[in-house]
């Protein structure tokens, strides 16, 4: 074989590669006119390269913003630089059908593209190559992947029987609270709420019965909150309902809703009628406080004298010194 | 009678590529300069009949040096060699008073023809003497010829931020033209850190600013790494106005923009790096690492992979407005003997 045939050889093959690539491979002249489409295009588009020579891009496809386009091409015939573009920006260039029709899970297919300048003889980029890569399964499964993530931190958050906040997360709003009203000032209460003699409860109707009076009264917390409360599960019993913007006097307004709304409903479990009651206490943050936990503190020795006060009431905490 | 030529430069590779570019068969009287304080301070001793001068240098750079020049009415001609190749630069030193203005790496042909063009030097076509050039080899040039392990030694930190240094003008140059503003360049940090440590290394980002980043790997053979852009998320206003974005500013069109200045600067510093390597690249495609985040949310994925990394920071800011841009290239330990084995080659040839 001559030199020249290996020569001619090799081109043919490399020809061949290029067509034959699962890459998509066009290249734009200065005017967006398509001067080479290879056969990944050809296949996804169902338009033949003698269809294309010549026409300009935009013509052919709709779905290419051109404005858009022509922002990051013509950077490239500017700086001789390569652009790439990922499918975060523009979910795709061309918009072909996914490669798996049956068994992939998005409609169309996710792209990246990279641009690339060909340079003239002269050293002045004359057209634009464009690289065309399916990334469809990276895309979906980064994107499910995100979902996931957002659910799970979401139900790491929540109390799994009640749907409030669990206790960590609670927490967590609250020392947020905190730092924010050291900061500015402002008035926020906090709702510590027992369960009467929720022993009682457990002994004479069962746990699954008591279970049922813990999401009833979870229930009602959650209907009488504001948005902007958060309402936590702080233990086995007991709750807490953190009011921001809200001074004692309203949180007073709020808790006696809920004890009077306690006091009057009847949980119904099987046949079995069950009442119940809640003591409350009631703590307005103040300067004198060190941490959110001595916040904390103030709400429970009010939920404590409620306590001892007989139960089914309400105590506000009031700063001695 | 010979020339009496000073070079002020505050890389030792980049003083040496000079004194090694200048014309064959030069009468000069060399002398040389690490900083601009020093270069002043040479031409009032009389050593700078000609000043090849650098503008990007510690406590006082060329445009300082430029200044001081008129200011003081010293006797000199100035030709600035310079990596930062904004056409504003440029601008800027001619209007200071410089005569030429070379793009580094200086070439023998280039300076030669500038020069010559200014008629600072002639071809010693009747008898070409022999003499200068001996004169020239006993100069204080040290050629460090130990061999280059592992590591970072000065002479090779030196080399790194001279090509750094090269391959930011570059870029600063493209981002220049893209926004049509001066880019402030400064001096690039060089360390050959912990990836620990590269957090620390972003000094110039502020912890309590959110940041936006993007990634993208590069490779050749024997040397491979990433490139980082992280942007001050408080720039994005002002790059949207400058790029004449008209859209709503959302996450998006901030998207867009990252994008946008990630594939002009990790671009153009890559091209300036294998060019004066003489190696080429292959790209990856970028990745982004997150939107809004704290800088140390941005890089903690890779902290794991990677145990040393040469990293090359470059902290650009935009003249007049306050965008604040930083371009990381982190190079793996890999590809450290690669690296200096080309270095190594670069100083001695």
């Given at each position: 074989?001559?030199?020249?045939?290996?020569?001619?050889?090799?081109?043919?093959?490399?020809?061949?590669?290029?067509?034959?690539?699962?890459?998509?491979?066009?290249?734009?002249?200065?005017?967006?006119?398509?001067?080479?489409?290879?056969?990944?295009?050809?296949?996804?588009?169902?338009?033949?390269?003698?269809?294309?020579?010549?026409?300009?891009?935009?013509?052919?496809f709709d779905e290419i913003h051109q404005e858009w386009f022509v922002r990051k091409a013509e950077s490239v015939f500017l700086l001789k630089n390569k652009a790439f573009t990922i499918w975060e920006q523009r979910p795709y260039l061309f918009k072909f059908d996914s490669y798996r029709p049956v068994t992939g899970s998005s409609d169309f297919m996710y792209q990246n593209t990279t641009f690339i300048p060909l340079l003239s003889a002269t050293g002045e980029v004359s057209h634009l190559c464009l690289i065309v890569y399916d990334v469809t399964d990276n895309a979906v499964h980064k994107q499910s992947l995100e979902q996931v993530n957002k659910e799970l931190s979401a139900l790491n958050q929540i109390d799994g029987m009640t749907r409030l906040f669990n206790r960590m997360h609670w927490e967590t709003c609250l020392k947020a609270e905190y730092k924010r009203c050291s900061r500015s000032h402002h008035l926020s209460s906090l709702v510590m709420?027992?369960?009467?003699?929720?022993?009682?409860?457990?002994?004479?109707?069962?746990?699954?019965?008591?279970?049922?009076?813990?999401?009833?009264?979870?229930?009602?917390?959650?209907?009488?909150?504001?948005?902007?409360?958060?309402?936590?599960?702080?233990?086995?019993?007991?709750?807490?309902?953190?009011?921001?913007?809200?001074?004692?006097?309203?949180?007073?307004?709020?808790?006696?809703?809920?004890?009077?709304?306690?006091?009057?409903?009847?949980?119904?479990?099987?046949?079995?009628?069950?009442?119940?009651?809640?003591?409350?206490?009631?703590?307005?943050?103040?300067?004198?406080?060190?941490?959110?936990?001595?916040?904390?503190?103030?709400?429970?020795?009010?939920?404590?004298?409620?306590?001892?006060?007989?139960?089914?009431?309400?105590?506000?905490?009031?700063?001695?010194? | 009678?010979?020339?009496?030529?000073?070079?002020?430069?505050?890389?030792?590779?980049?003083?040496?590529?000079?004194?090694?570019?200048?014309?064959?068969?030069?009468?000069?009287?060399?002398?040389?300069?690490?900083?601009?304080?020093?270069?002043?301070?040479?031409?009032?001793?009389?050593?700078?009949?000609?000043?090849?001068?650098?503008?990007?240098?510690?406590?006082?750079?060329?445009?300082?040096?430029?200044?001081?020049?008129?200011?003081?009415?010293?006797?000199?001609?100035?030709?600035?060699?310079?990596?930062?190749?904004?056409?504003?630069?440029?601008?800027?030193?001619?209007?200071?008073?410089?005569?030429?203005?070379?793009?580094?790496?200086?070439?023998?042909?280039?300076?030669?023809?500038?020069?010559?063009?200014?008629?600072?030097?002639?071809?010693?076509?009747?008898?070409?003497?022999?003499?200068?050039?001996?004169?020239?080899?006993?100069?204080?040039?040290?050629?460090?010829?130990?061999?280059?392990?592992?590591?970072?030694?000065?002479?090779?930190?030196?080399?790194?931020?001279?090509?750094?240094?090269?391959?930011?003008?570059?870029?600063?140059?493209?981002?220049?033209?893209?926004?049509?503003?001066?880019?402030?360049?400064?001096?690039?940090?060089?360390?050959?850190?912990?990836?620990?440590?590269?957090?620390?290394?972003?000094?110039?980002?502020?912890?309590?600013?959110?940041?936006?980043?993007?990634?993208?790997?590069?490779?050749?053979?024997?040397?491979?790494?990433?490139?980082?852009?992280?942007?001050?998320?408080?720039?994005?206003?002002?790059?949207?106005?400058?790029?004449?974005?008209?859209?709503?500013?959302?996450?998006?069109?901030?998207?867009?923009?990252?994008?946008?200045?990630?594939?002009?600067?990790?671009?153009?510093?890559?091209?300036?790096?294998?060019?004066?390597?003489?190696?080429?690249?292959?790209?990856?495609?970028?990745?982004?690492?997150?939107?809004?985040?704290?800088?140390?949310?941005?890089?903690?994925?890779?902290?794991?992979?990677?145990?040393?990394?040469?990293?090359?920071?470059?902290?650009?800011?935009?003249?007049?407005?306050?965008?604040?841009?930083?371009?990381?290239?982190?190079?793996?330990?890999?590809?450290?003997?690669?690296?200096?084995?080309?270095?190594?080659?670069?100083?001695?040839?």
């Open positions: 074989m001559s030199f020249e045939t290996a020569q001619l050889n090799e081109l043919h093959w490399l020809m061949e590669m290029l067509h034959n690539i699962d890459v998509g491979l066009v290249v734009l002249d200065r005017d967006y006119k398509i001067q080479i489409f290879n056969g990944f295009m050809e296949n996804h588009s169902g338009l033949f390269p003698r269809e294309v020579k010549d026409k300009v891009l935009f013509d052919l709420v027992d369960i009467d003699h929720f022993k009682k409860v457990n002994d004479d109707y069962g746990h699954i019965a008591g279970d049922e009076v813990i999401r009833h009264l979870s229930a009602l917390i959650q209907l009488h909150a504001r948005e902007t409360d958060s309402a936590g599960r702080y233990g086995g019993e007991e709750f807490a309902i953190l009011l921001p913007d809200t001074a004692l006097k309203s949180a007073y307004v709020f808790a006696e809703r809920l004890r009077r709304t306690v006091n009057d409903s009847i949980v119904k479990y099987n046949d079995i009628e069950i009442k119940y009651s809640i003591s409350v206490g009631v703590a307005e943050i103040d300067a004198n406080m060190k941490s959110h936990e001595s916040w904390i503190e103030s709400a429970d020795s009010a939920l404590y004298q409620s306590k001892s006060k007989g139960r089914n009431c309400i105590s506000l905490y009031k700063n001695e010194t | 009678m010979s020339t009496k030529l000073l070079i002020c430069d505050d890389s030792n590779m980049a003083r040496k590529q000079v004194a090694r570019s200048l014309p064959d068969g030069w009468d000069v009287e060399l002398s040389f300069a690490n900083d601009g304080v020093e270069g002043v301070e040479a031409i009032k001793e009389g050593k700078g009949d000609v000043l090849l001068l650098d503008l990007n240098m510690p406590r006082m750079d060329g445009y300082q040096v430029l200044e001081a020049i008129v200011a003081q009415n010293l006797p000199t001609l100035t030709i600035v060699i310079s990596g930062d190749i904004q056409p504003e630069a440029h601008k800027r030193v001619t209007a200071l008073g410089a005569i030429g203005f070379i793009q580094k790496p200086v070439s023998k042909e280039k300076l030669t023809e500038v020069l010559t063009s200014y008629g600072l030097f002639t071809l010693p076509d009747t008898v070409p003497s022999i003499e200068p050039v001996v004169e020239k080899k006993t100069t204080t040039i040290k050629v460090d010829n130990s061999p280059p392990d592992v590591g970072l030694p000065s002479d090779l930190r030196d080399c790194y931020q001279e090509i750094a240094n090269v391959a930011m003008g570059r870029a600063g140059d493209l981002l220049a033209r893209l926004l049509n503003v001066f880019v402030e360049l400064p001096i690039p940090n060089v360390n050959f850190i912990e990836v620990s440590e590269l957090r620390m290394a972003l000094s110039d980002i502020e912890n309590t600013e959110s940041t936006s980043g993007v990634c993208q790997g590069f490779i050749s053979a024997g040397i491979s790494g990433e490139a980082l852009l992280i942007l001050n998320d408080s720039s994005f206003k002002d790059i949207a106005s400058l790029m004449n974005y008209t859209e709503n500013l959302d996450q998006n069109t901030e998207l867009e923009l990252l994008m946008d200045m990630s594939n002009v600067l990790i671009g153009a510093c890559l091209k300036g790096v294998s060019e004066q390597l003489d190696i080429q690249f292959s790209q990856g495609q970028p990745v982004v690492l997150g939107q809004h985040r704290k800088i140390s949310e941005l890089i903690e994925n890779n902290a794991s992979k990677w145990k040393k990394t040469l990293a090359i920071e470059i902290s650009y800011s935009i003249e007049n407005y306050p965008i604040k841009c930083d371009l990381l290239l982190l190079f793996t330990e890999k590809s450290m003997k690669t690296l200096n084995n080309k270095l190594s080659y670069l100083i001695d040839s």
